[in-house]
Nanobody, 114 residues
Framework: QVHLVESGGGLVQPGGSLRLSCVGS????????MTWYRQAPGKERELVGS??YYVDSVKGRFTISRDNAKNTVYLQMNSLKPEDTAVYYC?????????????WGQGTQVTVSS
């Protein structure tokens, strides 16, 4: 059974930092492209980035890394702003002989507020 489990969210003051983790199980983690998305209240889900790409709004503040030995992808968030408040999701995608396969985690809430 496939699982993607995010953790590390919480309440942080503006300018603070958080590190999110996403652990995968039930699939060959290293074969999948891992990305982070977020969805703010009343807005559509948006791509945050991957290890090779970041949306402009987080460039220079967020860093994505992965440890295939631990089946984990990380999102290090620094200099957090209130507009970073959202539910953060990790996403796993692979192209297999059977087609495109995609998994989502359940999300973790990040709230940036004083």
């Amino acid at each position: 059974q496939v699982h993607l489990v995010e953790s590390g969210g919480g309440l942080v003051q503006p300018g603070g930092s958080l590190r999110l983790s996403c652990v995968g199980s039930g699939f060959t983690f290293s074969n999948y492209d891992m990305t982070w998305y977020r969805q703010a209240p009343g807005k559509e889900r948006e791509l945050v980035g991957s290890t090779t790409y970041y949306v402009d709004s987080v460039k220079g503040r967020f860093t994505i890394s992965r440890d295939n030995a631990k089946n984990t992808v990380y999102l290090q968030m620094n200099s957090l702003k209130p507009e970073d408040t959202a539910v953060y999701y990790c996403n796993a995608v692979a192209r297999t002989p059977y087609g495109r396969v995609e998994y989502w985690g359940q999300g973790t809430q990040v709230t940036v507020s004083s």
